[in-house]
């Protein structure tokens, strides 16, 4: 029984990380220690404090001598040596040993911290694939995914991953898509469908073609975003490297103030002086600030990232956290720029019938409208005679009669009469030359479009607008669908740019989301741009300050959240960790607080700072 119970000891010890052994072995000599001082073993009790110093504290000075030799000594490791040497000097034995005990502690726990917000961020860029299955010179064999080219046919199998960017060729299967669009529910492909890389083939085998080599691919440019991410830095963190900069080499002249000026003057002995000081020393380090400010950010980047959410860097929080008007393109923004039919208007009523016969004649065309009529039609008529008249509309012979679909110019030059207004987005039909009726098709609205509108109104959104380039008459069913409050259609790119530019100069921040390349200098003008739909569309990526990979409206608002929360807790950080700091600097300046309170104040300070900081990875 004991054996196995030291066995179980002894392989949970060989498992534990070197740094956790020194806390544990460092906290058992300083248990003993502490024993012995209190049973009046006074040597002992101070070779047992010397040892556990040692244990815990030799790595910290030493990295503190080096830092004062590479000319860069003011650092935390540098005051926590300072203050700890020093009271083991005045024979303060037990506080000195416990400055580097807790100090390890606390460093243990932002290390941990740092560790996980980077296991997030790894777990993303595990995403792609390094080798890929190739089919060559009728040969399916296995390459690096760097070498593979566009147009080559790849194999994937269930379970594998697409590395590269691919057009499925052969065969049917659901994907998993999340680590590139954070979405959870599987989605279908089938020849004709691209797939990006990073997605998971789940049930099928696919033959697909590359379209993109894989430094040009989805993945790759979502992990190259992620990395220039963690360099942006956000105002907060420019505070904190700022701060430090002056504060450390100023509370150091403070602690000599206080370990000298007094006894000078005759108004405290030496000892007490120097225990001031050092209590000064070991409250002023900024562990809390340094640490915890950036992690936030850190952790908020790889939070969102896992849910499809790209931010640019630190500072895209702030813009992102402030922003109270939300103005959007239309066509890919708020709707799928899939047609749907609206309306269908028949002079002899029978409205499936001349659906039928425009998807006959629609049969030879590969405009989105056609493809709409043909998808919407349910029988299937047999026809002759197809022709094409470029910008205006087919012809076709059905039966006997010769059916014409197209715009109003078409008419014209088949000289059709055409008495009526027909509404905007409607293909008209003719049959033998007489007007037959018309059918109306309408961009399909994002199904969550509505929902994530009311929740960013939800979240303090004054007003949200529509910019297009569409006719009114199309854009006011989208606005008044959704809820928006104002529309402005029929606008060129430049009438967008100034539009946004003119209220980015107001006291309210713009929040301005597209998707094509036509939006990138709206996207540059206002406080913040949001590309939707990823990685298609390369200007809107770069102008844009995030992405939403998936194109999902449902995103918006959980980016918004994402960005506040970040903000909060950063300044929740730098608030605490400020007033504490203040609070018991003045206090160990007094001589109030004594060398355990300032050890208690700065590790607990760092392990609540790290804590909180550590809410930001919450997916």
């Known amino acids: 029984m004991m054996r196995t119970f030291f066995e179980r000891a002894y392989e949970r010890i060989r498992k534990m990380d070197g740094e956790l052994f020194r806390i544990i072995a460092g906290a058992v000599v300083f248990a003993i220690a502490l024993i012995l ?9 101070v070779i047992f404090y010397i040892i556990s110093f040692l244990i815990v504290g030799a790595e910290v000075v030493v990295d503190a001598i080096i830092s004062v030799i590479h000319r860069n000594p003011f650092d935390e490791k540098f005051l926590m040596s300072t203050a700890s040497v020093c009271a083991l000097i005045i024979g303060s034995y037990a506080e000195g040993t416990a400055v580097m005990l807790f100090y390890l502690v606390g460093d243990y ?4 911290a740092v560790h996980r917000s980077r296991l997030s961020i790894k777990a993303l860029m595990d995403i792609c694939p390094d080798k890929a299955s190739v089919i060559r010179d009728g040969k399916e064999m296995t390459v690096p995914a760097s070498e593979v080219k566009v147009g080559e046919t790849l194999v994937i199998r269930p379970g594998d991953r697409f590395s590269v960017d691919c057009r499925v060729e052969e065969g049917e299967s659901d994907t998993d898509t999340s680590p590139i669009t954070g979405e ?12 990006q890389s990073g997605c998971l083939n ?3 085998m696919l033959k697909c073609i590359s379209i993109r080599e894989q430094s040009e691919s989805a993945a790759s440019r979502i992990l190259s975003m992620i990395e220039e991410a963690s360099e942006n830095k956000s105002k907060e963190e420019d505070f904190i490297t700022s701060f430090s900069r002056y504060y450390t080499p100023a509370v150091v002249i403070c602690a000599v103030l206080l370990a000298f000026i007094p006894p000078l003057l005759s108004m405290r002995g030496w000892v007490d002086s120097i225990r001031t000081a050092l209590t000064f020393l070991v409250v002023s380090c900024p562990c809390a600030l340094v640490i915890s400010v950036p992690l936030a950010f850190f952790g908020g980047i790889g939070g969102a990232a896992a849910k499809g959410i790209l931010y640019k860097g630190g500072s895209s929080f702030a813009d992102m956290a402030g922003a109270n008007i939300a103005v959007f393109d239309k066509t890919g923004t708020l709707t799928s720029g899939e047609f749907e039919i609206a309306d269908i208007y028949a002079e002899d009523g029978d409205t499936a019938a001349l659906l039928n016969i425009a998807a006959a004649a629609e049969t030879g065309s590969n405009h989105p409208v056609a493809l709409c009529i043909r998808k919407t039609a349910e029988g299937e008529l047999s026809v002759s005679g197809l022709s094409e008249f470029p910008g205006k509309g087919v012809s076709a012979v059905i039966g006997t009669e010769r059916v014409l679909v197209g715009n109003r110019s078409l008419m014209e030059q088949e000289n059709v009469r055409v008495d009526m207004k027909i509404p905007p987005n409607s293909v008209i039909v003719a049959r033998d030359g007489r007007f ?4 109306t098709v309408k961009d399909r609205i994002k199904p969550e479009a509505r929902s994530a509108i009311a929740e960013l109104i939800r979240l303090g959104f004054k007003k949200t607008v529509i910019l297009t380039g569409d006719h009114e008459e199309n854009a006011v069913s989208v606005k008044r669908e959704l809820g928006i409050n104002e529309l402005h259609a029929s606008m060129l790119p430049d009438d967008k740019y100034k539009y946004i530019k003119k209220l980015s100069g107001s006291s309210d921040r713009v929040m301005y989301v597209g998707d094509g390349i036509n939006d990138a ?17 390369e200007a809107a990526i770069e102008a844009a300050d995030l992405v939403i ?11 918004v959240k994402t960005a506040r929360s970040t903000i909060f807790i950063a300044k929740t950080n730098i608030i605490f960790a400020l007033t504490v700091k203040i609070a018991m600097l003045i206090l160990g300046a007094a001589g109030v607080v004594g060398m355990w309170g300032a050890v208690v104040a700065d590790v607990g300070v760092s392990i609540v700072a790290i804590l909180n900081s550590m809410r930001t990875l919450k997916k």
Request: hydrophobic share 40%; glycine share 14%; charged share 20%.
């Open 549 to 559: 990979t998936s194109g999902n409206l449902s995103k918006l608002p959980e980016a």
């Open 436 to 439: 037959a009726g018309y059918i």
């Open 37 to 45: 001082d209190l049973c009046r073993v006074d040597v002992a009790a």
């Open 109 to 112: 726990f932002e290390k941990k």
């Open 521 to 537: 200098p709206t996207l540059t003008a206002a406080d913040v741009g949001v590309a939707m739909g990823g990685i298609g569309s």
């Open 202 to 204: 789940i049930n099928g």
């Open 184 to 195: 959870s529910v599987p989605r279908p492909v089938a020849p004709g469908d691209e797939v």
